[in-house]
């Protein structure tokens, strides 16, 4: 049986580093109020100019050094974003351009903060199909373009960052190690509960003056909605994972959660009876990076020398759509 395997991972923040006091002197808010509701402390944004596709090019290739090949070995690029270069074309190309290889298949995902899980499940199978190599799985996003930094929208404005992470996906013939399972779900009716007005597609033009005006460019979010439903899914989409696979949270090593918000990340801890702790968060420093968020925290943890051969994570994710989903990976 031939399994995938993450064969290098890197990471790239922006260097500008916004603490919850910079935000406090743009709009009303303060460190204090971030902190407490969501374990937010600061967050990196990229400078005018950069692009989507520029961080994901510094994550894909440490991600590339790691997994001791070259950028001309991958053969499959995919992108998960909620934060493109453009509306089209996919910033996969762009991203295939960057790192200036010959022509292959590049993907763009856009499950937003379920991106990632969504691309690396799609990857394994390209993979365990036999057909590719090298499969190149990025999550990366440029939000800071993107928020409303007035009091208007200062409930989304505090909670997002911009960064990259990236792993290579390779087969291995072990049939222990690897990505062992995963499950992704959607349910279309709450898209509305997160999302971004503009772009619609519906009108003739689908993008007016009166569009900026009323600032549909900028996400609009019901937060006591998108928390509820987060907690519900990611509870029983762990439950539902242990069950059909027959495992306990003693065979887990750690639980490699999205990082929207840490009091999610708890709750949902404390609902399964689980130690907080089995859950990890690097959101202090970089907020809710989306697509960027699962890879970015994977790559610190596996840095930091916290993961070992054997090890079994667990992870997890939920965002808008309302997407959601989890995998099982045994390092
Ligand atoms: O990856 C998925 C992406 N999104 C999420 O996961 C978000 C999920 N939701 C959340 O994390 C939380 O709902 C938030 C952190 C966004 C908000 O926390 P909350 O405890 O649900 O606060 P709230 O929306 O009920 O707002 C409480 C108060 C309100 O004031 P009043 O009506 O009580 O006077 C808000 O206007 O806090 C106010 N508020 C703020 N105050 C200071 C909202 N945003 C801010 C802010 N600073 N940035």
Known sequence: MVRSVIKGLGSYVPPKVVTNDDLAGLM??????ILTRTGIEERH????????SDLALEASRRAIADAGITAGDVDFIILATLSPDHHFPGTGCGLQDKLEIPPV???????????FLYSLTVGDALVRTGAYQNVLVVGAEVHSSGLDFTNQGRDVAVLFGDGAGAVVLSPSPDPDRGLLYSKLYAEGKHAK?????VWDISRKPYLTKEDLD?????????????????????VETVKNTLETQGISREDIKY?????????INQIVADRLGWPREMFLHNMQRYGNTTAASIPLLLDETYRNGMISKG??????????GFTWGSALYRW
């Open 28 to 33: 009303d808010t303060s460190h204090e109020w």
């Open 45 to 52: 944004f990229a400078e005018e100019g950069v692009y989507c």
């Open 105 to 115: 298949a590049c993907l763009d995902v856009r499950n937003q903060c379920t991106g």
């Open 193 to 197: 509960a997160l999302c971004a007005n």
């Open 214 to 234: 009323q600032r549909r460019h900028f996400p609009s979010m019901d937060g006591k909605t998108v928390f509820k439903h987060a907690v519900t899914r990611l």
């Open 255 to 263: 639980v490699i959660p999205h990082q929207a918000n840490m009091r």
């Open 311 to 320: 090890d079994l994570l667990l992870v997890i994710a939920f965002g808008a």
